[in-house]
């Protein structure tokens, strides 16, 4: 389906530790506000702005290959495997963008939490004119933040999007997903209980592999 030229194609990086029903909510909400073709979930291999219990790169991997399988607009992307440590988004971008040649558009898709600190990231501004952003709301983050960041990078609304002199376009998504908690599923995980927040598949992964167990109780 990427051979085919002009899709429209959502990127949504994050570290999916691990992928759970709230990352496949805000996938299906791109996919339909914005008319997506299909989105690649990007799992970070070594994300800077993350440290404690995180699950090996090639888990994480299988868990998205997992909870992906039964759409088939949705895969998983290994690209950050084989880049330089610690994995930045604009590194990622211009790897992944860079050699298009089939006139492909790009949608970054990003939970507002996280663009609410755009600022503190490389390149930030290089991120924002490779691809268009598609924001997902988050309870207890003001829209009004929002339009005021927005604003001050030199957007201005017009109609569903907001345009930038330099930039692409951003579009805030209007569903909200469920406030799902990676540490608290993992928490779950590692009890063993079973959670309606996890893929059952992707639950059984993670019982049979043992993760998120510390070591100390694996070889208790």
Known sequence: MMGAPGLKIGLFGGTFNPVHRGHMEVAET?????????????PSA?????????????????????????????????????LAKPSYTIDTLKEMIGDDRLGHSYYFVIGADAFLEIQSWKSYREILSYVHILLSKRVGVSELMLKKLLT??????????????????????????????????RAASKSL????????????????KGLYIPQREKNG
């Open 46 to 82: 070594d994300p800077p702005h993350k440290s404690g219990d995180i699950a090996g790169f090639a888990h994480r991997v299988r868990m998205l290959e997992i909870a992906c399988s039964s759409r088939n607009e949705f895969s998983c992307c290994t690209i950050e495997e084989r």
């Open 152 to 185: 001050s990078l030199g957007y201005t609304r017009h109609r569903e999007v907001w345009q930038g002199a330099r930039f692409k376009t951003v579009r805030i998504l209007k569903k909200i997903p469920k406030g799902f908690s990676s540490s608290e599923i």
């Open 193 to 208: 209980t079973i959670t309606s927040e996890l893929d059952p598949e992707v639950m059984a992964y993670i019982r049979k």
């Open 30 to 42: 791109a996919l339909a506000e914005a008319g997506l073709d299909r989105v690649l979930f990007i």
